[in-house]
């Protein structure tokens, strides 16, 4: 099981409403009628980004029949109305992750027939749409033209986007920028050899150094305990890919139970080329007891390092597992690897549980922050 079948699964499937229960669950106690009532944007989004900061954990409220907003609320004041809202006027309630955006969400793109980018529009306080990859005949080379998997590289604005013509699919990029049109998209030589655009898990993902890179069976590393990947008690197994530059792709580190069920770690920060914050996430088809027997060495959030060329995985526990059961939903790690945000699974209600703060330099007893749940992950903590 690795993250690029589950967790982006779970986003696709995911409503993307940050605590929004918590929220309602607060307002509801209120005799004051406008209490309950949703923050206005024209109050929470003026004066531009100063104001708005774009700090905080990002989600995005995608809920049908109202309008799509991306929402900043403090890690320490999550049960809260958003600090900030920003509306994505005609902008689907469907597929929402972290690569949507631009690294300082400037920029946002989305969609598939059309893909629309946006640019935050300080006067407004929303985005606005800057322009539109139309599917169709008089694509930019000429001729009949798709596209698929809009992604903006991590840590800048530029976009790549799966680009098909007839059978050939390429991977294709342009730098958003305020005057940036689609016009300027410009062909890479990273081309899809199963042609398969639009996949729910696409065949390339971004590397070590922020360049998008070819990932198949055959290019995937496999290691494990004594060279053993069958899984059995107190073993452990990494799975990734390997870029050009020597860095590891995706990695996810597996540690079974002595009923040889796995707990899963996978990566929430990246410290180097093949060093990691990780987290072990709660499997979706076992128990949770299982899988937090199997991390309770590691803990909930721990700090990885893969060494490829010895073959070797080490995991040094960052927050403990401090209870039953005690695997994450979701979690968020800050920008300076100092805190995370946990979703702590809820043993009798699986898709539910509490989000928990946690000092990962301390190492103090995680602090409770609010409900939370499967349809409240965030996409990021900026």
Known sequence: ??????????????????????????????????????????????????????????????????????????????????????????????????????????????????????????????????????????????????????????????????????????????????DATADDLTDSALRLPGGRLGADDPEWRFASTGEPVLVTEDTQVAIGAGGDTSGQPGDWRATYWLDEAGGVVEPAVSVWAESNVEAVYTEELRLGPAEFVVVAHAPTEIGFDDGADAAREHGVVAHATIDPAAETAALRPLVPVGGENQLALWSVVAPDGTQALICIASAEVPDTGTAYLADLAEGEEPREAADCGRHTEPLGWS
């Open 1 to 178: 099981m690795t993250r690029s079948r589950t967790h982006r699964r779970s986003l696709v499937a995911a409503v993307l409403v940050l605590l929004a229960g918590a929220g309602c669950g607060s307002s509801s106690d209120s005799d004051d009628p406008e209490a309950t009532a949703t923050p206005d944007p024209s109050t929470s989004t003026t004066g531009g980004p100063a104001d708005i900061g774009f700090s905080g954990i990002m989600s995005v409220s995608a809920v049908p029949g109202a309008p799509t907003m991306l929402e900043i609320r403090d890690p320490d004041d999550l049960a809260g109305a958003p600090r900030a809202s920003v509306p994505l006027p005609d902008a689907p309630s469907s597929v929402w992750n972290r690569s949507s955006f631009s690294a300082d969400w400037q920029y946002a793109a989305w969609g598939d027939d059309p893909i629309r980018v946006a640019r935050f529009d300080p006067g407004a306080g929303e985005y606005t749409e800057l322009f539109t990859l139309e599917p169709g005949a008089g694509g930019y080379a000429g001729g009949d033209v798709e596209y698929g998997n809009v992604a903006f590289t991590p840590g800048g604005s530029t976009l790549w986007v799966e680009t098909q013509r007839g059978d050939d699919v390429v991977l294709a990029s342009l730098e958003v920028t305020a």
